[in-house]
């Protein structure tokens, strides 16, 4: 089992509607929670970090923490095509020596 | 300067050439982390330096590989013998308050 896993798609949704990512880990003792997006030919950028069970809302980005089920997910609502991108799950090692990043979800968000 | 540098930016080199590729984190960062990514694939963790702790290579593929860290500062990653495998873009990141910046990255190209 790796330690984050992520369906690597391509996801499709219209404009305007409701993206939702999702993440397992492996690790029970994890405590935070990070998710990055990675345009075509650029590197990965953060764009939400989540440490507790529940959501957290950030703009038009929430992301859901469930640590019983050691699922994370990130929703982008009303979705642009310029949210079209891969998005990576990232979860570090209780003492943040090792990110693991799941493999990625590409998203793509048609006009 | 204002983010993660790496350089160069591309390297095309031919097979059983030695490689070196440079990266020069955000000024106070602590942490810092090599990452190899290959085509459609996810990161894959190579080294991580945190100050004067001894570095956890336990992502270094093989003994082609070695990364040092001058002053707390500027990293290097250095591959022998490059074989075609290598061939990948290699992003390195530093690292505050548990947040990954990353720097643009090195394709490398092994012919």
């Known amino acids: 089992q790796k330690e984050v896993e992520q369906n690597s798609g391509p996801l499709s949704v219209p404009e305007g509607a409701i993206a939702s990512l999702n993440c397992t880990y492996s690790?029970?003792?994890?405590?935070?929670f990070f998710w990055y997006r990675q345009y075509s030919g650029k590197s990965p950028e953060l764009i939400m970090s989540?440490?507790?069970?529940g959501d957290k809302e950030d703009g038009r980005f929430t992301a859901q923490l469930n640590k019983a089920s050691q699922y994370v997910s990130l929703l982008i609502r009303d979705s642009q095509p310029s949210d079209s991108a891969t998005y990576l799950c990232?979860?570090?090692?209780?003492?943040?020596?090792?990110?693991?990043f799941g493999s990625g979800t590409k998203l793509n968000v048609k006009p | 300067g204002a983010g993660v540098s790496q350089s160069p930016s591309n390297k095309v080199t031919e097979k059983g050439k030695d490689v070196e590729l440079r990266c020069d984190p955000i000024?106070?960062?602590?942490?810092l982390y090599w990452y190899r990514q290959s085509l459609g694939q996810g990161l894959e963790f190579l080294i991580y330096?945190?100050?004067?702790?001894?570095?956890?290579k336990s992502g270094l593929p093989s003994d082609r590989f070695s990364a040092e860290r001058t002053g707390g500062s500027v990293s290097t990653l250095t591959i022998q013998r490059t074989q075609q495998e290598d061939s990948a873009v290699y992003l390195c990141?530093?690292?505050?308050?548990?947040?990954?910046?990353f720097g643009e990255g090195s394709r490398l190209t092994v012919l």
């Open positions: 690790d029970r003792v994890s405590q935070s």
């Open positions: 000024s106070g960062h602590t942490a």
């Open positions: 989540i440490y507790s069970n």
């Open positions: 990141a530093s690292s505050f308050a548990g947040e990954l910046f």
């Open positions: 330096f945190q100050g004067n702790s001894a570095p956890d």
């Open positions: 990232a979860v570090p090692l209780y003492n943040f020596n090792k990110f693991y």
